[in-house]
T-cell receptor, first 115, second 108 residues
Framework: SQTIHQWPATLVQPVGSPLSLECTVE??????LYWYRQAAGRGLQLLFY??????ISSEVPQNLSASRPQDRQFILSSKKLLLSDSGFYLCAWSYKQVLYNSPLHFGNGTRLTVT | GQNIDQPTEMTATEGAIVQINCTYQTSGFNGLFWYQQHAGEAPTFLSY????GLEEKGRFSSFLSRSKGYSYLLLKELQMKDSASYLC?????????FGAGTTVTVRA
């Protein structure tokens, strides 16, 4: 069966510090990979998605970046965190196809607090 | 792009029925998903509708009307553990856009 691992679960970082969140998927090959952010009391905002190694699509211009160095690894990064980067970051995967009848499966999330 | 609307909050009594509505506007329709998200946790997949009508899965059912751009999630025999946020979402190729979610509170 497929599993998705996301870490760390919680993170407190000062403003201006770098960020690296990692997500890996097991049990499937060539998945679509996603990063979403959920601000407190808000909906899910798509940040990045990837349909293959080295292929990154950015949905929202900001000080975050994403990389996919391996087939089942997705990394979210920032060089300098802002207070507004605080939120619940969720990694997700789906089967390698457009999302018609193919749900996203989410990791447990990382709660980031920028102080 | 997608425009997805849901009520912000709903409250219901244990054992009752609650209907969560979702309206959407999309450039092309390819189905609609419902997810459940408990506080502090990740969303989990509940249902997918692409054809008009009602689909039932135990206590949860989901309805779709493509002509009206409308869906609802029906929760029957409410239990305390059903207290959560319910998100509707529509896909567009590789992307899934979510509504802001409806927080359902179940009271004893």
């Amino acid at each position: 069966s497929q599993t998705i691992h996301q870490w760390p679960a919680t993170l407190v970082q000062p403003v201006g510090s770098p960020l690296s969140l990692e997500c890996t998927v097991e049990g499937t090959s060539n998945p679509n990979l996603y990063w979403y952010r959920q601000a407190a009391g808000r909906g899910l905002q798509l940040l990045f998605y990837s349909i293959g190694i080295g292929q990154i699509s950015s949905e929202v211009p900001q000080n975050l970046s994403a990389s996919r160095p391996q087939d089942r690894q997705f990394i979210l990064s920032s060089k300098k965190l802002l207070l507004s980067d605080s939120g619940f970051y969720l990694c997700a995967w789906s089967y390698k196809q457009v999302l018609y009848n193919s749900p996203l499966h989410f990791g447990n999330g990382t709660r980031l607090t920028v102080t | 792009g997608q425009n997805i609307d849901q009520p912000t909050e709903m409250t219901a009594t244990e054992g009752a029925i609650v209907q969560i509505n979702c309206t959407y506007q999309t450039s092309g329709f390819n189905g609609l998903f419902w997810y459940q998200q408990h506080a502090g946790e990740a969303p989990t997949f509940l249902s997918y509708n692409v054809l008009d009508g009602l689909e039932e899965k135990g206590r949860f059912s989901s309805f779709l009307s493509r002509s009206k751009g409308y869906s609802y999630l029906l929760l029957k025999e409410l239990q305390m553990k059903d207290s959560a946020s319910y998100l509707c979402a529509v896909p567009n190729d590789y992307k899934l856009s979510f509504g802001a979610g409806t927080t359902v509170t179940v009271r004893a």
